[in-house]
């Protein structure tokens, strides 16, 4: 597409990254991976200066989430889609019930559909732009639903089902694009899980769990009944969720991370907590999203896509534009100005706009970012 608007350079944010993930990774993250890292590139993760860098992460998120005794920070291979089927094998029992309202927390679901040996799951279906949680079903021994749903800007509160405990229940947060920028309270949880390509400025293919001892207990139980007569399970090795938790107790995983990721994840990790950990990280979420929405509430042509504003996401912020404006072709011509991954998710299929603003993302620049888009759709 030929550049038919040139945004004037005063009005340019310092940094034009607002992806919901991958998202901004700070330049010092990159020098880290120079000035720290050189010497762990290309090197065995099974060896202690690797180790000291996992180490480093699991004590960091344990001050960052003011985990609660008895919980312990577990990490594996794969992303966040990696752990939906690895709490499938390791994690629900029999029946799980789920809270589904954008394409991600209904992934979760498919795959527990998907199990051979798990029953029919209950799905608590909710519009996208809301949010739905389930509900407490009789033989349903575990929980999910996503805390913040990437696809639609939507947050959904993390409390237990109530009841659900008093059953032995678990409950399960994807907490992928909420981790690090929305509040939360760990005691609600039995597995609030994340990968680090969002909140906490990484890149994908690693995940990450806090885990509560009933989890734990839950995960041990279940690797042990696979060898009893008539049970028709299986764990794949990759998928075990006992074997994450044994490795990682070595601060290392199952099979060879990308410690680059490691590396930026504990640079991130450490930066978070220096500044004030997730109060902190929160409430600067919180304060970009406020300019978004209050911008869109009121603008003339765009609107919050989120009706309620008690489920609007301060992590992803998505927002309507008014039909007499191609949101594609905004998000073109900001691409062109050096201003990145604005566009709204694709499956969802609507003409908006959807801004990552995770703590990395300088609150000054999603000013500079609402001002380049009136400056585009005044002048397109």
Not at 204 to 216: D, E, F, H, Y
Request: with cysteine; proline share 6%; glycine share 8%.
């Amino acid at each position: 597409m030929t550049n038919t608007v040139t945004i004037p350079s005063k009005l340019l944010p310092e940094d034009g990254r607002f992806g919901s993930g991958p998202s901004k990774i700070r330049p010092e993250q990159i020098q880290a991976l120079d000035d720290g890292a050189r010497n762990l590139l290309g090197t065995s993760h099974r060896q202690t200066p690797i180790k000291q860098v996992v180490a480093s992460i699991r004590e960091g998120l344990s001050n960052f989430f003011q985990v609660p005794d008895g919980y312990e920070i577990v990490l594996g291979n794969g992303g966040a889609s990696t752990f939906w089927d690895i709490a499938c094998a390791s994690l629900i029992t029999r029946k799980a019930a789920f809270g589904t309202y954008g394409s991600f927390s209904t992934k979760f679901a498919k795959s527990a559909q998907s199990a051979p040996f798990l029953e029919e799951p209950e799905i608590f279906a909710g519009e996208p732009g809301t949010y739905r949680l389930p509900e407490l079903t009789e033989y349903v021994d575990t929980y999910c639903w996503a805390h913040n749903e990437t696809s639609t800007g939507v947050a959904a509160p993390v409390r237990r089902i109530a009841g659900s405990k008093e059953r032995g229940a678990l409950t399960l947060i994807d907490a992928t694009s909420a981790a690090g920028a929305l509040p939360v309270d760990i005691s609600q949880t039995d597995a609030y899980y994340f990968s680090p390509q969002k909140a906490f400025g990484s890149d994908g293919g690693l995940w990450v769990a806090v885990l509560s001892p009933a989890a734990i207990e839950r995960a041990y139980g279940i690797a042990k009944s696979v060898d009893l007569p008539g049970v028709r399970r299986w764990i794949p090795p990759f998928l075990s969720l006992t074997s994450a938790i044994e490795n990682s107790r070595k601060d290392q995983t199952l099979n060879t991370p990308a410690v680059a990721t490691l590396v930026m994840m504990e640079n991130q990790v450490r930066w978070l907590n220096d500044n004030g950990g997730l109060a902190w990280a929160s409430a600067r979420c919180a304060k970009s999203a406020s300019l978004l929405y209050t911008w869109a509430e009121q603008s003339d042509y765009a609107s919050p896509f989120v009706a309620d504003k008690t489920a609007r996401s301060n992590a992803v912020v998505t927002i309507d534009l008014d039909e007499s404006i191609n949101a594609s072709q905004v998000v073109a011509v900001l691409r062109e100005n050096g201003i990145v991954d604005t566009n709204g998710y694709r499956k969802l299929g609507r003409n908006q706009l959807r801004v990552g603003v995770f703590p990395s993302v300088e609150p000054a620049d999603v000013t500079a970012l609402i001002h380049c888009i009136d400056y585009v759709v005044a002048h397109l």
